[in-house]
């Protein structure tokens, strides 16, 4: 009778074997992230708590007046590490900001994660066009309004929260080391130098960073390609003094006219920069190439709406997502010079400045352009005037694989809790650290940015959805688990 039995329903014990064995393999599988929902549910109101703590301390690094905060910030930062279950965190000095540098090393053979950050932000100013205070976080509409809330404090302290969560919860499966630095919105000049001599200190697997934008809440992208950067100043020097336009005005030479001519004379008619030898080391991608970057999701008009322009600008012959992903540029940042206060005064200027950036693409190098640029300007300086250029910081492009386990971990991650593959996309700004770390760590660097373009960074009102902070959370832990396996 019971051979009968087990031969008359031996398929349905076949199947229900077979369906238990599937549920057994989905709850391992979905277990982890099933926790980490949970703990971030019950404890999102203390980690955006941190967070508002850490966003109000004004540590904008390119102004002496804030070096106590920077320093302060720093403090926070390491304070944070430490209480998340890191076993050694200290803040290391440099000439400059400090660097801090935390890390829990879980087993020999597990593979080594560098997490990178920066607690700088950028100046608030113009401080009249926010809504409400740059250090005083205030959410509206489900986004946080501050300061440093994208760039790159809410992205950052994502990952605080994340390896919190990995030890608190007994997933961690991979070591991990954080270094936070004070000085990314000048230059990151002494993280460059921390990094040459602490190479052994710095040894990992890969480079995780979180400071670079999502297509959207609806599709997921991971960055693969950063532009590089130089940034110059440039003065203009006309008479010896402020002079009266009305008695010197059309004798001699105003400086800020001839700054603008200069400037202008940057670009021709096809939105192509005119200096000599600018293009010579340009990377230009096949049909295909251009062909698969533009299927990403983009929609020109919304893009102007957003902006509340009413037509794009920029080089001929390429599209607006070609344009801030793999052209190089050049862009007035400031442009200054005579009386500029309220009510009038006649003068015709002594001097006239302008601050001017240049984005990068593969090959292009940051010394050499930046020679281009100052041959060029002093060669098109009328004698009327005196120019002067003086180059402030740069960095190189950098483009990374998308077939390491480490971007397959990315892309991994983005699945399991977003449910769908991420695009990998171009980024029109610059991390002048990943080329960097590249050269003097030989590590490429995965680039999981969660905030989003419109998010006005370096702007007024810059912000930071609250989803972002906290599937950003989920989806680092995903990371982990599949890097670790």
Not at 71 to 88: L, P
Not at 111 to 122: I, S
Not at 162 to 188: D, H, Q, R, W, Y
Not at 347 to 364: D, E, G, N, T
Request: charged share 25%; hydrophobic share 40%.
């Amino acid at each position: 009778m019971e051979s009968f039995v087990k031969k008359a329903f031996f398929p349905f014990w076949q199947l229900v074997r077979q369906v238990s064995n599937n549920l057994f393999i989905t709850f391992i599988a979905v277990k982890p992230i099933s926790m980490v929902r949970q703990y971030i549910e019950t404890n999102q109101d203390r980690f955006l708590a941190e967070l508002y703590d850490l966003i109000r301390i004004p540590s904008v690094s390119a102004d002496s007046r804030h070096k106590g905060d920077v320093r302060k910030a720093a403090e926070y930062v390491r304070d944070r590490i430490k209480e998340a279950g890191a076993d050694k965190v200290e803040i290391k000095e440099t000439k400059g900001h400090p660097i801090v540098y935390g890390e829990k090393m879980t087993g020999a053979s597990n593979p080594t994660v560098l997490v990178y950050g920066h607690y700088d932000v950028q100046p608030p100013d113009p401080l009249d066009k926010w809504i409400t205070p740059p250090f005083e976080p205030t959410v509206r509409d489900g986004k946080i309004y501050a300061r440093g809330a994208c760039d790159d404090k809410g992205q950052f302290y994502m990952h605080i929260k994340a390896f919190e969560i990995m030890m608190k919860k007994g997933l961690p499966n991979c070591n991990v080391k954080f270094m936070i630095e004070g000085e990314e919105e000048v230059g990151s000049d002494n993280l460059g130098i921390f990094v040459k001599e602490n190479k052994e200190l710095l040894k990992a697997d890969v480079i995780l960073i979180s400071d670079t934008s999502l297509i959207s809440l609806d599709q997921p992208s991971i960055t693969v390609g950063l532009r590089g950067l130089s940034y110059m100043e440039v003065e203009v020097t006309g008479p010896n003094r402020d002079l009266h336009s009305g008695v010197y005005g059309g004798a001699v030479a105003n400086p800020a006219t001839v700054l603008c001519e200069m400037i202008a004379s940057l670009h021709d008619a096809n939105g192509r920069i005119t200096i000599p030898g600018f293009y010579d080391k340009v990377d230009e991608l096949s049909a295909a190439e251009r062909q698969a970057m533009n299927k990403a999701p983009f929609e020109l008009q919304a893009y102007k709406n957003d902006l509340e322009i009413g037509e794009v600008y920029g080089e001929k012959g390429y599209t607006t997502l070609e344009r801030t992903g793999i052209r190089p540029t050049l862009e007035v940042n400031g442009i200054w010079g005579g009386y500029t206060g309220e009510g009038a005064k006649t003068v015709l200027p002594s001097k006239a400045h302008a601050k001017i950036s240049m984005r990068l693409v593969p090959h292009q190098n940051s010394k050499e352009i930046s020679e281009l640029f100052t041959r060029h300007l002093l060669s098109i300086a009328p004698p009327t005037v005196k120019v002067k250029v003086i180059p402030h910081h740069g960095g190189e492009p950098a483009v990374t694989p998308t077939d390491s386990k480490a971007f397959k971990a990315a892309a991994s991650a983005f699945e399991e809790v977003w449910g769908k593959s991420p695009i990998p996309t171009r980024d029109g700004g610059s991390i002048p650290i990943v080329a960097l770390f590249k050269k003097e760590l030989g590590l490429d660097t995965v680039l999981m940015g969660f905030g989003l373009d419109s998010d006005a960074l370096h702007s007024p009102n810059e912000h930071y959805g609250l989803k972002n902070f906290f599937i950003g959370i989920e989806t680092i832990v995903a990371f982990y688990k599949h890097f670790g396996n």
